[in-house]
């Protein structure tokens, strides 16, 4: 997946919305509560969850926490992506990249496309 597609998934796992592009919109992302008549388009403000731990740690937690991510599958997803024995040295390590544990959660949730 390219790294606007991911950041795009995880958005969405975040409660954000893309309203596409047509003949009332512009293709703009909003917030959760938003709705099309929302006046705050916040497209400029999307979070980077490929490179801020800030941004893709709550995400993470409350996929688990929530249900939508068994938290065992994800750990399974990440150690397939880290380097041989990362996950054995330290468990569910804070080594990971954001970029790695994007694509673990992605993994996860079957949001993840070749």
Known sequence: MKDTDQNAEIAKLDGWTLFDSGKDSFGVWCEAHATREHEGILQDKLPLYLTSYDALVPVIKRQIEDGAVNQLDFALQLNAILPDGEIARYPLT????????????????GKWKE
């Open 94 to 109: 804070i080594f990971a990249t954001p970029s790695q544990l994007c694509e673990a959660l992605l993994r996860a949730a």
